[in-house]
């Protein structure tokens, strides 16, 4: 005579397996993700109809005034070429202009980049909502 044999149990998932991934993903994300600095509260961007998806990092911030800015200290062009220096990050600028900066100003601005050493200036805005 044969006996049935009692069906198997079937295991139960391990929850804590998946909350350590979930974990070192968290964790993962955290240190590989690049942190970016605020923008300045003072500078309204120009908008763009076509503009690359890209954070500004550390910029040079130019005010509606024609001030300049870096992490939200005042700064000349020469402190700033030199913090670049310093960084090693080369002679190319990220400027962000406030969208009411006359354009006279910002020819200025750019002019004196490059005067002081930079090799590129690039303009960053912000993409139009439509």
């Known amino acids: 005579m044969r006996i049935a044999r009692p069906p198997e149990r079937r ?12 974990f070192l993903m968290l ?3 955290l240190i590989a993700g690049t942190l970016t600095p605020p923008l300045d509260p003072d500078v309204a961007l120009a908008e763009a109809q076509l503009a690359e998806g890209s954070e500004p990092p550390d910029a040079l911030f130019a005010t509606a005034g024609g001030q300049l800015r870096l992490r939200g200290r005042a700064v000349s062009v020469e402190e ?5 220096d310093q960084a090693g990050a080369g002679a190319s600028v990220k400027l962000a202009a406030d969208r009411n900066l006359p354009a ?5 601005i750019v002019a004196a980049l490059k005067l002081a050493g930079a090799e590129r200036v690039h303009i960053v805005t912000e993409l139009a909502r439509q």
């Open 11 to 22: 295991k139960s998932e391990g929850t804590i397996a998946l909350i350590n991934v979930v």
């Open 27 to 29: 964790i993962f994300f």
């Open 80 to 84: 700033f070429m030199a913090t670049l």
């Open 104 to 108: 006279v100003y910002l020819i200025d």
